[in-house]
C-alpha cells in the first residue's frame, strides 16, 4: 500500500509540470493566433471541406453508424461553416455548454440511442399473409420474414439485444405480438422438415439444403433459446417448450446448442417456480434429446450420443435441488426423482456406468466420516442430498432389477444392488442415537422397497429390532404438549422431542409401517418362518420391558405379526410359529399383560 501512495504522489508531480508546460505552450500558441487571424477563416473552411468528405466516406463505408448519427447528431453531418460563424467561432463557449447538456438529456432519454421509427410495423394482415405462403408451399422467404418478426418479439425489448443485433420489424400490437410467437413457434419445425428431412428420421445435415438454410435454422434456434430463458407466463412456457421439443433433430446439428438447450430444459424441470405440466414436459424435452446424437467439430463422421450429458446432468441437477426439502418442495422433488428414474431406462450400459460413479462416490463420503468421525464428515452423510441419493438408486435398481425367466435379458445395473445396500446400512449405522432414528426409518424404507422389487433379501429386521431395545423407549416418556412430528420431512428429531410421548408415539408407528414393509413380500415364501420368529420373540422381549403408555401401539405391532402368520401358506411354517405364538401369549398373561392374548386366541 505505502508503494502505491508513492507512485500516485509521483504520477500528480509529472502531471502538473505537464500541465505548465501545456499551459505556456498554449500562451505561445494564442499569440501566433493573434498575428494569423486572417489565415484562421480559410483553415476552418478547408476542414469543414475534408470534414464533408470523411462523413460521405463514412456513409459508404458504415451506413448504419452514419444512419445513427444522422439521428443523434444531424449538425454533425450538416458541419458548414459561414464567413460570420468562423468570425465567431472561438468564442461562443456558452452554446458548448448548452450542447453538452443538450446531449446528457437525448442520451438519458434514448437510452441506448436506438430508433425504431425506420423499422417496419408487422400488422395483422402481413402475418395472415405469411403463414398462408408458408401452408401453401411452405414458401421459404415468407419464413424469414416470420422469424425475423420473431426474432424482434423476443430480443426488441432488451437493451443490450438491441445493441448487439439488427431488428427489420417492430410489433405494436399485443395481440399481433402473440400470434406472432406462436405462429413461428408453430411453422418453424414444418417448414424446416419440409426443406431439410427427405423422409422421417433423416438427418438434416445431410441435405443438399442444409448450407442455404443452415444460418436460417441456426438463427432462429437462437432465438428460441432466448426466450425460454425470459417467459415466465406458465402457458407460454409450456407451449414453447413443446414447440421447442419438435425441432429435436435440428438443435443437435450444433455443437455448442444442445448444451445450451438443455441447461434451460434442466432449469425449467427443476426450478421450484415451474409449474408440474411445465417440469413433465422439460423432461419430455430432455427425454428426446437424450435419444439423439449431437454433431461435434472433433468427430465429423460420427456424432457424439446425448444420452451420457442428459443421465450425468440430470441427476446432478436433481441433487442439486433436492437439498432444501421440506413440506412444500417434497412433492415437486418426488415427482423429479420419478421422472429422472423413466430417463435411465433408456440405456442400462450407459445408466450403470452413471449409477457406478455416483454409489462410489456415496460410499467415498460413508468411508471418510467412518475413518475421521468429525462433525463436517457425518454432516456430509446426514443431509437431504445424502439420503435422497439413496433413495433415487433404490427406485432405478428396483425398476429395472426386478427378477426375470431369461437371464440373458438381466440388466447390468442388478449387480449394484448389494453396494448399494452396504453404503445404505453403514449410514444407517454411522450414528445410532434416538436423535436420527427419522433418518434411519427413511433408508429402512428405501431399502425395503428394493427388496420387495428385486426379491433380493436385504437385512433389516434387526435394526427395526435395535430401535424397540433403546433407552428410547425403555424410559418413562414425559409429558409433552408438542405437535406431532412429520417424518417424512426431517431426518433429526428436535432436542426438545427425547423423551417425550409424542417422539415415542410417533417412533412406534414408525416400527409398525417398517416391519410391515420388511416382512410382507415373504409372506407365502418357504423362508418365512425363519423370518418372522426372530421379530416376534424381539417384540415380545420389547413387550415384557415397555411401559403401559405404549400398549396399543404394540397391539397394533403384534396384529402386524399375527397377519404375518395368517397370510403365510406354508402350513409347517405356520405350526412352528403358533407354538411360539402361543408361548409369548402365556408369557404375557404372567406378566400381566392380558388384553395382548386375545390377538392370538
Known amino acids: 500500500m505505502e508503494l502505491d501512495t508513492e507512485e500516485d504522489e509521483d504520477e500528480k508531480d509529472e502531471s502538473e509540470k505537464d500541465d505548465d508546460d501545456s499551459a505556456s505552450d498554449d500562451a505561445s500558441n494564442s499569440d501566433d493566433d493573434d498575428e494569423e487571424g486572417g489565415d484562421s477563416k480559410e483553415k476552418l473552411k478547408r476542414d469543414a471541406e475534408r470534414h464533408k468528405q470523411e462523413m460521405e466516406e463514412l456513409k459508404k463505408r458504415d451506413p448504419e453508424f452514419y444512419k445513427y448519427l444522422s439521428k443523434e447528431d444531424a449538425e454533425l453531418l450538416d458541419f458548414d461553416m ?53 401452408e401453401k408451399k411452405g414458401d421459404i422467404k415468407a419464413a424469414r420474414r416470420l422469424f425475423a418478426a420473431f426474432k424482434s418479439a423476443t430480443k426488441m425489448n432488451d437493451e443490450e439485444e438491441r445493441e448487439k443485433h439488427n431488428f427489420v420489424y417492430k410489433i405494436v400490437d399485443p395481440e399481433v405480438f402473440n400470434k406472432v410467437l406462436t405462429s413461428a413457434m408453430h411453422y418453424a419445425p414444418i417448414v424446416f422438415d419440409r426443406h431439410l428431412k427427405s423422409k422421417p ?134 415427482l423429479m426423482r420419478n421422472l429422472a428414474v423413466d430417463l435411465f431406462g433408456l440405456d442400462h450400459d450407459a445408466s450403470y456406468q452413471q449409477a457406478f460413479v455416483y454409489i462410489r462416490q456415496l460410499a467415498v463420503h460413508l468411508r471418510g466420516a467412518m475413518q475421521t468421525r468429525s462433525d463436517e464428515t457425518y454432516k456430509a452423510v446426514y443431509n437431504w442430498q445424502y439420503i435422497h441419493c439413496i433413495d433415487f438408486w433404490t427406485n432405478v435398481l ?9 437371464t440373458d435379458q ?15 446400512l453403514g449410514a444407517v449405522r454411522l450414528i445410532p442415537t434416538a436423535q436420527y432414528y427419522p433418518l434411519r426409518f427413511h433408508i429402512l424404507k428405501s431399502l425395503a422397497s428394493l427388496s420387495r422389487a428385486t426379491k433380493a433379501y436385504i437385512t433389516l429386521v434387526p435394526y427395526i429390532l435395535e430401535v424397540l431395545n433403546s433407552t428410547e423407549l425403555q424410559n418413562k416418556a414425559k409429558p409433552s404438549t408438542a405437535k406431532a412430528l412429520d417424518w417424512d420431512v426431517i431426518l433429526r428429531a428436535p432436542k426438545t422431542y427425547l423423551h417425550g410421548r409424542v417422539y415415542q408415539d410417533g417412533i412406534i408407528e414408525q416400527v409398525v409401517a417398517a416391519m410391515d414393509l420388511a416382512l410382507s413380500p415373504y409372506y407365502h415364501d418357504l423362508s418365512f418362518p425363519e423370518l418372522a420368529i426372530p421379530a416376534i420373540v424381539g417384540v415380545s422381549a420389547a413387550l415384557l420391558d415397555l411401559c403401559a403408555c405404549l400398549t396399543y401401539f404394540f397391539f397394533l405391532l403384534c396384529s402386524q405379526i399375527k ?22 401369549r402365556r408369557r404375557e398373561i404372567k406378566g400381566g399383560l392380558g388384553a395382548f392374548a386375545l390377538l392370538f386366541a
Request: aromatic share 8%; hydrophobic share 35%.
Open 82 to 134: 459561414s464567413d460570420e460563424e468562423a468570425g465567431d467561432a472561438g468564442s461562443d463557449a456558452e452554446e458548448q455548454e448548452d450542447d453538452e447538456s443538450a446531449e446528457e438529456e437525448s442520451d438519458a432519454d434514448d437510452m441506448g440511442g436506438f430508433d425504431d421509427a425506420d423499422l417496419t410495423t408487422v400488422t395483422a394482415s402481413m402475418l395472415a399473409s405469411w403463414v398462408a405462403q408458408i
Open 201 to 334: 428420421g433423416a438427418n438434416p445435415r445431410k441435405s443438399k439444403s442444409w448450407s442455404h438454410l443452415q444460418s436460417m435454422v441456426k438463427s432462429y434456434l437462437h432465438n428460441m433459446l432466448y426466450l425460454l430463458k425470459s417467459l415466465t407466463d406458465v402457458n407460454m412456457q409450456y407451449l414453447a417448450v413443446q414447440e421447442a421439443e419438435k425441432c429435436t433433430a435440428y438443435w443437435v446439428c450444433f455443437e455448442r446448442l444442445p448444451k445450451d438447450y438443455l441447461k434451460v430444459l434442466l432449469n425449467m424441470y427443476s426450478s421450484m417456480g415451474s409449474s408440474d405440466n411445465v417440469r413433465i414436459q422439460s423432461f419430455l424435452a430432455i427425454r428426446s434429446l437424450a435419444s439423439t446424437s449431437h454433431h461435434t467439430s472433433q468427430k465429423k463422421d460420427k456424432d457424439e450420443p446425448m444420452l451420457d450429458l442428459c443421465l450425468k446432468y440430470t441427476y446432478l441437477e436433481f441433487v442439486r435441488t433436492c437439498k432444501n426439502t421440506n413440506a412444500h418442495t417434497l412433492p415437486s422433488i418426488n
Open 398 to 406: 428396483a425398476t429395472y432389477c426386478q427378477p426375470s425367466d431369461d
Open 410 to 424: 438381466e440388466s447390468p445395473l442388478k449387480s449394484l444392488i448389494y453396494p448399494l445396500s452396504q453404503v445404505a
Open 563 to 584: 397377519r404375518f402368520v395368517k397370510k403365510s401358506g406354508n402350513v409347517k411354517g405356520n405350526g412352528k410359529l403358533l407354538k411360539l405364538v402361543h408361548t409369548v
